[in-house]
């Protein structure tokens, strides 16, 4: 027998030097230089205990994939009673009930027309899996994404990512991708104008800074799409199944796009999976023939542990009313964290829907305080949300991250079930760091200085 219970707590001090040696080492040296190189050893609903006996407040979630929060008592017991049921699972050569069973929820669930489902294994899969059907319902090649959109790191995706710092050594991508600003409706009808682009994907609202569009901004992609053939596809990995406080993002502006894309949440937090949902006439543009039956497939899709899972997250979603509660915590959360700007002048902004908030951070008036402002960005661009994430990390217990490259906004996704007395420990929390930042002396600024000289020294 392998004692994997015995093997995990044998070795798990080794953690980080496993980590140096065989897989992503760099990543380890910037845990250990911003100070987050804890060794987490448990993990229950919203909250995550390490080795020391810490219990830290989890307002990541794993990048929005612990939505009904870690280790939920259902999805286990549902995915326990897979394992006891000696399932075949995965035959090949037959198709599976469950799958069958989660595209019918989903189906019931997603926007209105969009009801045929390829299930895959992550997000990045089913962006590239929706270029494919887009190309294949469209007949066109090219493809219209926004500046600083993220739609996955493999190189078919990459090819549609708006961040250059993702794009830049893995050059050149799939031909015919044109890269306009969001929320720039002249922009995309510009780029549209010939008629000869097959999808515009979208994140509802960018990931990467918390930006969300004008109200009108996806109707009228919506409109140009329609007048032009083009295909809408809706990447809704992060915000899809309740993360804004509706089941879908696009619900905010009633949009239907062409193609949906989710992952993340539908796993429960245990077995990765994702789905491309469409219409069926989209959708039979891909399986058009016997011979093209598997036009789009991948081995583990439809498997019955992670159909299951995504069964288990959508019956807790539903039964827990998450997405109502996701829709009221973050109103709540979003308050309270507006106040803030009124006290502090470099929180210049929150942004957000739900419990997808970005909190937005600028140079502030006051002059020797800009001048520290200035110094940390000329030391390093991506310096200054370390400022607010660490003492959050080290002071309060809580965990948070950084948005993306040069934006300085810090972005909040914490699992769908946290209520009032998790936002007010996380406002209560962000006052006192914002108060400390505020101060000339403050100890953020001491350790953001020494951040950087130990940053330059391991570079
Ligand atoms: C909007 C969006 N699309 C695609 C992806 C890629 O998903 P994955 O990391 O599962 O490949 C992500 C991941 O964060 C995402 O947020």
Redesign the pocket.
């Known amino acids: 027998m392998l004692d994997i219970r015995a093997l995990i707590k044998s070795r798990s001090h080794e953690t980080y030097d496993l980590h140096k040696r065989y897989l992503n080492h760099q990543f380890v040296r910037v845990l250990e230089v911003i100070g987050f190189n804890r060794n987490y050893v448990s993990g229950k609903g919203a909250y995550l205990t390490t080795d020391k006996g810490e219990e830290v407040l989890d307002f990541l979630s794993g ?2 994939v612990f939505a009904v929060g870690r280790n939920h008592p259902v999805v286990r017991q549902v995915l326990h009673d897979m394992l006891d049921s000696d399932l075949p699972n995965l035959i090949k050569m037959d198709v599976g009930v469950i799958a069958g069973l989660l595209a019918e929820a989903l189906a019931k669930i997603a926007p209105e027309g969009l009801d045929a489902v390829f299930f895959d ?7 590239d899996g929706a270029l494919k059907f887009a190309r294949a319902a469209t007949g066109r090649q090219k493809f219209v994404y926004c500046k600083r ?6 190189i078919g ?1 990459l090819g549609v990512n708006g961040g250059a710092e993702y794009r830049e050594r893995y050059e050149p991508f799939i031909p015919g991708c044109v890269e306009i600003p969001f929320n720039d409706i002249n922009a995309l009808e510009a780029a549209l104008a010939g008629r000869d682009v097959a999808g515009v994907i979208i ?1 509802p609202i ?2 990467k800074g918390v930006m969300v569009p004008d109200d009108d901004y996806l109707p009228a992609v919506r409109h140009l799409c329609d007048a032009t053939g083009t295909l809408f596809i809706a ?5 899809g199944l309740g993360r804004t406080g509706k089941m879908f993002a696009v619900e905010h502006w009633n949009v239907i796009p062409d193609i949906l ?1 989710i ?2 949440a539908l796993s429960g937090g245990f077995i ?1 999976v ?1 789905a491309i949902i469409t219409r069926r006439e989209i959708y039979n543009k891909v399986f058009d023939s016997m011979d093209h039956c598997w036009a789009h497939s991948t081995t583990f899709g439809q498997n019955d542990m992670a159909m299951a899972a995504g069964l288990a997250a959508l019956h807790v979603m539903a039964e827990e009313k998450l997405v109502e509660n996701a829709a009221s915590t973050g109103e709540y959360l979003l308050a309270g964290l507006r106040k803030l700007t009124e006290k502090y002048e470099m929180l210049h902004a929150v942004r957000g829907k739900g419990l997808m908030i970005g909190l937005q951070f600028g140079a502030p008036k006051s002059l020797l305080l800009k001048a520290q402002w200035h110094a940390v960005h000329k030391m390093n661009e991506d310096l200054f949300g370390q400022m607010i994430t660490m003492p959050l990390l080290d002071k309060h217990h809580i965990l948070t991250q950084v948005a993306g490259h040069h934006l300085d906004t810090v972005k909040i996704l914490p699992p769908l079930i946290i209520g009032k007395k998790e936002a007010d420990k996380f406002i209560s929390a962000v006052d006192e760091v914002l108060a400390d930042v505020h101060k000339l002396t403050g100890s953020a600024w001491s350790t953001v200085a020494k951040l950087a000289v130990r940053t330059a020294s391991s570079a």
């Open positions: 990048f929005g294994n992550s997000g990045a899969e089913g962006v959109g993220f739609h996955g790191q493999l995706t994140e960018q990931g990447d809704e990995v992060q915000t894309i992952s993340k990765p994702g």
